[in-house]
């Protein structure tokens, strides 16, 4: 079936420090969603795309739905120590209008 | 205050025994899903529906069934015929299922069960 490339599969990074992830595919996508999820609870939804070259932010989270519609990225600016977690991606695929989740992106963040 | 619950948070059963899981939303979304979640592995979807008495089977539906009684309910039932039924199951809902030319179609998840078989 088809999959979102996403990555990395996880970061470790510093408290402070900025942090990139994003997600491919080869199929052309019309709407682009991001989550987090905490241990043990439901994805929080951070992000809604719609529109290719859109730009939309969050707080300290900025995401991209790349001109091509076949990739997005989330970037989050000065990292915390609550952003640990795990950070999908979804897209809603043109063709069918079904929606399928990346494998995720675990951040660590080092004391 | 509107959301999704899901309930109960953990379950444990035994092997060969039906179990099911509940999820109720009452955000008037006229869509719901069911995905199971293993560790290190995104989201696999069972089974959705779009509305009252209907109901699609999604990537990995053998072993599972659902009901769509009402718009508000969802129960996921996990069979005896399921052979790795161990895992966290998350519920969601949508305003639509995203018919061409919608725009806000944004899944929103419950806070999950996890699902231990004995």
């Known amino acids: 079936g088809q999959q979102l490339n996403q990555s990395p599969q996880s970061m470790f990074i510093q408290e402070g420090e900025d942090v990139s992830m994003n997600c491919t595919s080869s199929?052309?996508?019309?709407?682009w969603l991001w989550y987090k999820q905490d241990p043990g609870e439901g994805p929080v939804l951070l992000i809604a795309?719609?529109?290719?070259?859109e730009l939309t932010s969050n707080g300290r989270l900025t995401a991209q739905f790349g001109i091509t519609r076949k990739d997005s990225f989330l970037n989050i600016s000065a990292s915390i120590p609550s952003d640990v977690g795990i950070y999908f991606c979804?897209?809603?695929?043109?063709?069918?209008?079904?929606?399928?989740f990346g494998k995720g992106t675990r951040l660590h963040i080092l004391p | 205050d509107g959301g999704i619950t899901q309930s109960p948070k953990y379950l444990f059963r035994k092997e060969g025994q039906n179990v099911t899981l509940s999820c109720e939303q009452n955000?008037?979304?006229?869509?719901m899903y069911w995905y199971r979640q293993d560790p290190g592995q995104g989201l696999r979807l069972i089974y959705y529906?779009?509305?009252?008495?209907?109901?699609q089977k999604g990537d990995i539906a053998e072993g599972y069934s659902v009901s769509r009684e009402k718009k508000e309910s969802f129960p996921l039932t996990v069979t005896s015929a399921q052979k790795n039924p161990t895992a966290f199951y998350l519920c969601?809902?949508?305003?639509?299922?995203?018919?061409?030319?919608?725009?806000?179609?944004?899944?929103?998840f419950g806070p999950g069960t996890r699902l231990t078989v004995l």
């Open positions: 199929s052309i996508f019309n709407t």
């Open positions: 529906s779009q509305i009252v008495n209907d109901f």
């Open positions: 969601a809902s949508s305003i639509d299922l995203g018919a061409r030319g919608a725009t806000y179609n944004e899944q929103f």
């Open positions: 979804a897209g809603r695929n043109y063709r069918d209008d079904k929606i399928i």
């Open positions: 795309l719609y529109k290719a070259g």
């Open positions: 955000l008037n979304h006229d869509a």
